[in-house]
């Protein structure tokens, strides 16, 4: 429901930026694009470290619901934003308070037995995914009929609403009393050999996904708008919906790859499959052939999201849960915040085409840092 809150209305950032805050089409248009873009992510990435030292200290789910508390704020007052600067402030705040993925992560790996933390992280991302299937649809179709700041508004409300179930519904174990000093979760992590190079790796590998999803979602709506005049925002809706459905369906299905597969291999594999997937919205003559390349990016990001989030929780001690997924949503972040500045940048000065082509060549980076970089987590 909060995934849903923020897809409602984040896809169409250039849509709102064009037709609502009269920012000129051309270069103007994707250099704003990139940096409302970004900016969430540059907030996230400071402040999500904070907040997860701060979730293995008070505990997981209030941290949960200050980050959708803060995303409901944030982006119900962008409704009020009158040009590109408020935007871009607006956008810095809502990465700074919010980061629902990252607290619900670290709450779901730390409350699940170990032998189920594969399948649970991959419900968690198949919930995330089918929010961000129905909310772009739905606010590309609604953003078409009321215009764009209502739909931001209604994004807000969302979020707020999303709050009552977690508040009434979820419970949180209470901590373990410990006798002595308190150990520090870089203690925990520094006992076991190679821990933190692996977790490193895989915390680069959640960046480079997030960096080439963003990235290819935004360049999506500008290849769209080189190719049409009309109904592009529904038209985005469509696709970044299909996106969702597909990423939801192999969030779940993925665990019985990985099985068989192991998770590096998995993982490596759905970053050279997406590499080929971003490369087909490039190439494509046709607006149609643009939606089928970003939903199947979805379906192989879909697998190589929980696949490397689940390697983490099964990496990383109970007690430095929050800890470790919040300096990784500072990873995810930062590929938030540079995705669509190194998109929007090359798409200024080479064309939307030649961006695509160059996150494709992230992604197979991405495919080759998991196979050569990340170890197999034991059974």
Same mark, same amino acid.
């Given at each position: 429901?909060?995934?849903?809150?923020?897809?409602?209305?984040?896809?169409?950032?250039?849509?709102?930026?064009?037709?609502?805050?009269?920012?000129?089409?051309?270069?103007?248009?994707?250099?704003?694009?990139?940096?409302?873009?970004?900016?969430?992510?540059?907030?996230?990435?400071?402040?999500?470290?904070?907040?997860?030292?701060?979730?293995?200290?008070?505990?997981?789910?209030?941290? +949960? @619901? *200050?980050?959708?508390? =803060?995303?409901?704020?944030?982006?119900?007052?962008?409704?009020? $934003? #009158?040009?590109? &600067?408020? %935007?871009?402030?607006?956008?810095?705040?809502?990465?700074?308070?919010?980061?629902?993925?990252?607290?619900?992560?670290?709450?779901?790996?730390?409350?699940?037995?170990?032998?189920?933390?594969?399948?649970?992280?991959?419900?968690?991302?198949?919930?995330?995914?089918?929010?961000?299937?129905?909310?772009?649809?739905?606010?590309?179709?609604?953003?078409?009929?009321?215009?764009?700041?209502?739909?931001?508004?209604?994004?807000?409300?969302?979020?707020?609403?999303?709050?009552?179930?977690?508040?009434?519904?979820?419970?949180?174990?209470?901590?373990?009393?410990?006798?002595?000093?308190?150990?520090?979760?870089?203690? +925990? @992590? *520094?006992?076991?050999? =190679?821990?933190?190079?692996?977790?490193?790796?895989?915390?680069? $590998? #959640?960046?480079? &996904?997030? %960096?080439?999803?963003?990235?290819?979602?935004?360049?999506?709506?500008?290849?769209?708008?080189?190719?049409?005049?009309?109904?592009?925002?529904?038209?985005?809706?469509?696709?970044?919906?299909?996106?969702?459905?597909?990423?939801?369906?192999?969030?779940?299905?993925?665990?019985?790859?990985?099985?068989?597969?192991?998770?590096?291999?998995?993982?490596?594999?759905?970053?050279?499959?997406?590499?080929?997937?971003?490369?087909?919205?490039?190439?494509?003559?046709?607006?149609?052939?643009?939606?089928?390349?970003?939903?199947?990016?979805?379906?192989?990001?879909?697998?190589?999201?929980?696949?490397?989030?689940?390697?983490?929780?099964?990496?990383?001690?109970?007690?430095?849960?929050?800890?470790?997924?919040?300096?990784? $949503?500072?990873?995810?972040?930062?590929?938030?915040?540079?995705?669509?500045?190194?998109?929007?940048?090359?798409?200024?000065?080479?064309?939307?085409?030649?961006?695509?082509?160059?996150?494709?060549?992230?992604?197979?980076?991405?495919?080759?840092?998991?196979?050569?970089?990340?170890?197999?987590?034991?059974?």
């Amino acid at each position: 429901m909060a995934i849903f809150g923020f897809s409602f209305a984040f896809p169409f950032l250039s849509i709102f930026l064009h037709h609502d805050l009269g920012v000129a089409s051309g270069p103007q248009l994707d250099l704003w694009t990139a940096a409302t873009a970004s900016a969430s992510g540059l907030a996230m990435a400071i402040a999500s470290p904070i907040w997860g030292i701060l979730g293995d200290r008070f505990g997981r789910k209030p941290m +949960l @619901l *200050r980050s959708m508390l =803060g995303g409901a704020i944030t982006v119900g007052l962008i409704f009020f $934003a #009158q040009n590109p &600067v408020e %935007l871009v402030i607006l956008r810095f705040l809502q990465g700074a308070t919010s980061g629902t993925v990252a607290a619900a992560t670290a709450l779901v790996a730390a409350e699940t037995p170990r032998s189920r933390v594969g399948w649970s992280l991959g419900v968690v991302n198949s919930g995330i995914a089918l929010g961000g299937a129905i909310g772009p649809v739905v606010g590309g179709l609604a953003g078409a009929v009321f215009g764009l700041r209502l739909v931001f508004l209604g994004g807000g409300v969302l979020l707020l609403l999303s709050l009552i179930p977690v508040l009434v519904i979820v419970r949180e174990s209470p901590p373990v009393r410990r006798t002595g000093p308190r150990v520090s979760s870089l203690s +925990l @992590l *520094r006992a076991q050999p =190679g821990l933190i190079k692996a977790l490193v790796v895989l915390m680069a $590998a #959640q960046g480079l &996904v997030s %960096l080439c999803n963003s990235a290819s979602q935004q360049l999506l709506v500008l290849r769209l708008l080189g190719m049409l005049t009309t109904g592009v925002s529904a038209l985005a809706g469509i696709g970044f919906s299909l996106a969702g459905i597909f990423s939801s369906a192999s969030a779940v299905g993925y665990t019985t790859v990985s099985r068989r597969l192991g998770y590096v291999t998995t993982a490596a594999a759905s970053g050279f499959a997406g590499a080929v997937s971003i490369a087909v919205i490039g190439i494509a003559p046709w607006p149609a052939l643009a939606l089928i390349g970003i939903g199947l990016t979805g379906l192989f990001f879909g697998v190589l999201i929980p696949a490397t989030a689940s390697m983490i929780g099964l990496e990383t001690p109970h007690d430095a849960q929050s800890t470790v997924f919040g300096f990784n $949503a500072s990873a995810i972040a930062m590929g938030f915040f540079l995705g669509p500045l190194i998109g929007g940048a090359v798409a200024a000065t080479s064309g939307v085409q030649v961006a695509l082509y160059v996150i494709a060549g992230l992604s197979v980076g991405l495919g080759t840092l998991v196979l050569t970089g990340a170890r197999e987590p034991a059974r």
